[in-house]
């Protein structure tokens, strides 16, 4: 089992910075792949960006590309969500996960955090 714990969430202007972190304690915690994703009032949950265990690749959806930067510290067990330029669409719940599947991909995660808000005002 896998345990992910999201801090950093909360209410920013549109064009501010918010960064996100996701604690992992558990099993094997840094050898997951980790993504995160979000969920907007009404809307599905939707991929926002992806990181392999080894920080060696990462994924974007284009809507936070060149806005959005993930990483991750392995001897923490934490991985981040450095969030520039924010836009009140950016506004949602944000969710970390993990697993060994596909990274962009929801189906390839296992373990999912409680979620943080983030509310961009225009």
């Known amino acids: 089992q896998v345990q992910l714990v999201e801090s950093g969430g909360g209410l920013v202007q549109a064009g501010g910075s918010l960064r996100l972190s996701c604690a992992a304690s558990?099993?094997?915690?840094?050898?997951?792949?980790k993504g995160w994703f979000r969920q907007a009032p009404g809307k599905e949950r939707e991929f926002v960006a992806a990181?392999?265990?080894?920080?060696?690749?990462?994924d974007y959806a284009d809507s936070v590309k060149g806005r959005f930067t993930i990483s991750r510290d392995n001897a923490k067990n934490t991985v981040y969500l450095q969030m520039n330029s924010l836009k009140p669409e950016d506004t949602a719940v944000y969710y970390c996960?993990?697993?060994?599947?596909?990274?962009?991909?929801?189906?390839?995660?296992?373990?999912w955090g409680q979620g943080t808000q983030v509310t961009v005002s225009s």
């Open positions: 990181i392999n265990w080894s920080g060696g690749s990462t």
């Open positions: 996960a993990a697993g060994y599947g596909l990274i962009s991909k929801e189906q390839g995660y296992d373990y």
């Open positions: 558990g099993r094997a915690g840094s050898y997951y792949n």
